[in-house]
């Protein structure tokens, strides 16, 4: 089997559902899958649900890597809110574009790094250690801003959230590009495999010479710097910085876009492409509803619904019993060759 | 035995040609084991004997595959712990196991509690605690969380539970790990007592002198064969501990004789530990390791022979001592430290401790390398597969398929898997922990050869084995340990089975290490 096929295999699930997905909306929405080109920009409901699935894309990426170490990382709707607080703070005061990037991601890994303390140093469980950020996150935001709305007027910097190049909205640079760079970082690099070692068996790991800390510390970093990413992108968006609502429960999405490709809470094997791929489910079940005219207040439950229909078709029982009735029928065919051998 | 008259037709509990397997390796086979009531009878033997299945199966925790079981002559087939416990056997585990923010009177009669009006009765429940704790001596408060008691009141609470509860037959696993010298004096005097009722005991325990001191009868397994059921008092400490660590030779036995001392021979040893110890894990000891020296660890379990390894390799940090390299002196501080002074360390416990189990063949092979050669230079994958299907090859992994997680390896092949993993990284010095537990025999004549081919490359090897053929099979030099002490140090002519034996039971003419 060659690596293609085999990337195919991992992903068909996803991709599966994700085609099935924007089928049905396309059926209940006509005109769901146009692209139209206006004023030299892209439009249409794809290209929208690209562009809103880049925060959500962006924790998506390290929320994988965390997980894949057997950890969570709850905090990063707060990391959103604390990074766009200051990218929104340092704007106001007319800081030069590049500072206010560039802070502003020391900001997200710094609170990534915090979060490896409490895990990787201080044994703390990954899900108590984060919920101490998430917490005290929006706290914080709040007192950059001061309690308020914190809006700015730069064209520049808002462009990270509404702008196009070439006729693309740089939103889906941002998450595409920020993906690729850490799955070529974390793939061409030994950082995968040896994340993934540490995850499934953290001991033998480190009996093996693996440095456990050193991988907890960049994969919490990583997830930081993805919420930076994604807290400047919602705040160049809205032009403001809204410490109580941005990123208010992405994590969760994050989370469950993790889940949906196919990656186990367990930690260990993981795929960054599957967890988009399940980010991009998400946002178009999001999307469909919207567009579909269905009464928004059905939006929750008929999220939650497709997503129960996902998992439970990944979930370990159905595969039981779908590996029952592969392998009776290799089985078969097994029985079937040797009596050929035989004759 | 006092009632000796009573039990002469059928044994309190018997079982007969018990067997069970995990995944098609056989843990027990064929063993027989017979408690009469009104005794105490301790079951001994090293860690994968077969000791904890064949509990588990008298206790209802295991199924048998074959054989039979019989209680007063009837026969017996316990499902469950609950089952047994009707039956009238009862466990009480070294982790005891009860519930600690329950009161002592909750704990005694959970599951059970006396009733009035369909309410609990609390004062029934709390007199009837107290008239059976004072059996044993115990004069407690029962209102008391169990929390608030230490761990050998505990097992006092536990053992009067399970008495209370079957009655007949009492398990006891490692009931002395941690009590200290008058907890245990306590705990014995209750087994006594209990005995003249003529509740029968099982007792699993690793410390002889407390066999000798409360058993009336041992029964020996070994790799889940069983060597022999024998009167304690008829018993020399020598031939126990024979009879645990067996010496019937059945493998190459390197002829010592024929090679005289030949360990002077190969030159200035290169890697040195002087004094180096930690206190409660292993009283310091002095060992040189020469280049292409096997050097085994012998002693019962318990010992310290893991403890051994885990300070050679960084795992726990020596507080006393030294160690040198090439006269050079360096601090083995961790695992990664040990790596990088090229140690390896295949572990005794290969699930918890050896495999990845979700990764493939070729990844953990790879992993140790991988790890010294730090995140940022990554094994090419044509790298990897080559060093995948060469040690596959030269080990006999079975399957061949490097692509399989290594976890649906047998353990024969997982070990040389975890060999392999070592190998590649070409260490000076290999600390096998058990390398042959639980793997088929097939697998385990091709681990010893395969340590006899390294150490003739010039490698160094530490192979600590409760197996003494396979020590002095393969090693120039065994370091014998008692109670957590270096206690003899046999090389040459001395280095026989009887030898580590004598060594063992302190009788024989030892070297202080």
Known sequence: ?343 | MRDEDMSVQHALLEARGIGKSFFGIPALDEVDFTLQGGEIHALLGENGAGKSTLIKILTGVYRRDRGTIYLHGNEVSPDSVAEAQTLGIGTVYQEVNLLENLTVAENLFLGRQPRRFGMIDRRTMRDRSKTLLQRYGLNIDVDALLSSFSVAIRQLIAIARAVDLSGKVLVLDEPTASLDAHEVKGLFTVLRQLREEGVGIVIITHFLDQVYEIADRVTVLRNGRLVGSRTISELPRLDLISMMLGRELQHITRDHQAEPETVDDRGAPSIQFQNYGKKGSVAPFDLDIRPGEVVGIAGLLGSGRSETAFLLFGIDRADSGTATIDGEQVAITSPEAAIANRFGFCPEERKTDGIVGDLSVADNIALALQAQRGWMRLISSSHKRELADSFIKSLDIRPADRERPIKFLSGGNQQKAILARWLVTEPRLLILDEPTRGIDIGAHAEILKMIERLCSEGMSLVVISSELEELTAVAHRVIVLSDRRHVAELSGRQLTTDGIIRAIAGTGETEAA
């Open chain 1, 1 to 343: 089997m060659n690596w293609f096929t085999r990337r195919l295999r991992r992903l068909a699930p996803q991709l599966a559902a994700l085609a099935i997905i924007l089928g049905v909306i396309s059926l209940v929405a006509p005109g769901f899958l146009t692209v139209s080109v206006q004023n030299g920009r892209l439009y249409g409901s794809l290209i929208d649900i690209l562009v809103r699935a880049a925060p959500v894309a962006l924790l998506t990426v390290g929320m994988t890597l965390v997980i894949a170490t057997r950890g969570i990382d709850l905090s990063i709707g707060a990391v959103i809110a604390i990074c766009g607080a200051v990218a929104a703070t340092l704007i106001s005061e007319g800081y030069p574009l590049p500072v206010v990037i560039a802070v502003s991601l020391g900001v997200g890994i710094a609170c990534g790094l915090w979060n490896g303390v409490l895990v990787a140093v201080l044994d703390i469980q990954p899900i108590i250690a984060t919920l101490i950020l998430m917490v005290a996150g929006r706290g914080i935001a709040q007192l950059i801003t001061e309690g308020v709305i914190l809006t700015f007027n730069d064209d520049t910097f808002s462009a990270l959230g509404s702008g196009a190049l070439a006729g693309i909205p740089i939103p889906i640079y941002l998450w595409i590009g920020t993906a690729l760079a850490i799955g070529l970082l974390i793939r061409r690099t030994a950082l995968g495999f040896l994340i993934e070692a540490t995850g499934i068996n953290r001991r033998a790991a480190s009996l093996a010479g693996v440095r456990a800390r050193f991988l907890l510390f960049s994969a919490y970093a990583i997830s930081g710097l993805c919420a930076a990413i994604a807290g400047m992108i919602v705040t160049a968006d809205i032009r403001g910085a809204d410490a109580n609502n941005a990123g208010l429960w992405l994590e969760l999405d994050a989370i469950l876009a993790v889940v949906v490709g196919g990656t186990s809470l367990n930690g260990g094997r993981f795929s960054i492409t599957a967890s988009l791929i399940g980010a991009l489910i998400i946002q178009s079940i999001n999307t469909g509803i919207l567009v579909s005219g269905f009464p928004p207040e059905f939006n929750l439950i008929i999220k939650a619904g497709i997503i129960i229909v996902v998992l439970t078709l990944q979930s370990p029982a159905i595969v039981t019993v779908f590996g029952f009735i592969k392998a009776t029928r290799r089985g078969d065919k097994l029985n079937h060759g040797a009596k050929e051998a035989t004759r």
